[in-house]
């Protein structure tokens, strides 16, 4: 181990002996991704286990693994930030909106949104994606 400065630095070593430290790297990385897709996951839905029984267990990781599919697409289809976003991130700033819907007389539903959201071309966005556009007035 060496200490250059402030920052340790650690040598690894990898069993793929053919493998070009660039190969390793990539593999590295995508390792890392899985890792915070597990996280994502394990901090999220499945830190509730709701029982011993395993078939209740079972149907609650089906359920954890759609949802967290669904989160992940919506936050897609927002922005590219929230892409890349924790699934606690895309809850917090997509999911849990402060809005308020109206219904008018022959059923027409209107969202208002808090004013001044950070967030509010990126929700439109993904309503906009999951809806497409409203149809033309006949």
């Not at 669904?70 to 922005?79: E, I, Y």
């Amino acid at each position: 181990m060496s200490t250059t400065g402030r920052r340790r630095s650690q040598p690894w070593l990898t069993r793929k002996l053919k493998i070009k430290l660039v190969q390793a790297e990539g593999q590295h990385r995508d390792h890392a991704i899985v890792e915070q897709a597990f996280a994502d996951v394990t901090s999220g839905p499945l830190a509730h286990m709701p029982s011993g029984v395993f078939t209740a267990n079972a149907a609650w990781l089906s359920i954890a693994a759609m949802a967290h599919n669904l989160l992940r697409a919506a936050g897609s289809l927002a922005s590219l930030p929230l892409a890349r976003a924790r699934a606690a991130t895309i809850r917090r700033d997509l999911i849990a909106v402060a809005a308020r819907i109206a219904r008018h007389g022959r059923g027409h539903l209107t969202v208002h949104l808090p004013e001044g959201w950070h967030r509010e071309h990126e929700w439109l966005n993904l309503l906009h994606a999951g809806c497409g556009p409203p149809a033309a007035a006949a």
